[in-house]
């Protein structure tokens, strides 16, 4: 029932092709064909958006960065090992003395310095894609959450994008969750524009900042150019 091939997948939206998804350790789900993250939306309660679509590539890219980082923090570690050998080498065979062994503990501290940096890099890119694809996850779900009309089920949810139970219920209170705090995506997604009002209206989590700008826009919204040009002129 939760197996992704049941439901009306739609098309990859990186590579394009009809391509399955498959599980994966790190994305979830990706293209059978290009191995980019993919949500395994079916097509029938909402597709995948640019937004959704550019956090996905992002969540891609920031995993591939990582592996670059790894692999330059490996080079680093090794040219770090191989100095450390040669110095105690020569050290042993010519006797340095303190100078010469402070001059190779110096030489050392850079492939060190480098080695610690990538892996860190590496560490805050991987972050990065985790946070990514969560959030298209997060986007993903707010979609079919809207297009239902905020009435979906957990069950529904986890037929209609391919994953299993838990992981809906997880993704199902985010949406609620981002819907309740008046979500700008939720507010745009399509069908959504009633209950978008309602909530808004509803919502106790609306900041000063943002009560002040719904009415700017209001306001904006529902006064004549004219009226507004000749304030404007009055203020000057
Ligand atoms: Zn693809």
Redesign the pocket.
């Known amino acids: 029932m939760n197996d992704p091939s049941t439901i009306a997948l739609e098309r990859?939206p990186?590579?394009?092709?009809d391509?399955k998804v498959q599980r994966h350790a790190a994305y979830r789900f990706v293209?059978r064909?290009?191995?980019?993250p993919?949500i395994p939306m079916d097509a029938r309660l909402a597709t995948t958006d640019d937004p959704t679509k550019q956090a996905l590539a992002g969540a891609y890219r920031q995993r591939v960065a990582k592996f670059a980082w790894q692999v330059g923090g490996i080079g680093a570690t090794l040219v770090a090992i191989a100095l450390a050998a040669l110095g105690v080498g020569a050290s042993v065979l010519f006797d340095f003395g303190a100078f010469g062994n402070t001059t190779i503990f110096a030489m050392l501290v850079v492939p060190i310095i480098v080695a610690v940096t990538a892996f860190v890099a590496g560490n805050k890119a991987n972050q990065r894609s985790g946070k990514l694809l969560q959030e298209a996850w997060r986007l993903g779900a707010n979609r079919v959450f809207a297009n239902s009309g905020g009435r979906i089920s957990a069950e529904v949810l986890s037929r209609g994008m391919g994953i299993n139970l838990d992981e809906a219920t997880e993704l199902l209170a985010e949406a609620e969750v981002s819907q309740f705090l008046g979500s700008a995506q939720f507010q745009n997604a399509p069908g959504a524009a009633a209950h978008g009002r309602l909530r808004i209206d509803a919502a106790p989590t609306e900041s000063p900042e943002q009560a002040a700008e719904r009415e700017l826009r209001e306001t904006l919204g529902n006064a004549p150019t004219e009226q507004f040009a000749s304030v404007k002129r009055y203020d000057d």
């Open positions: 990859c990186h590579c394009g092709s391509a293209c064909a290009c191995g980019k993919r």
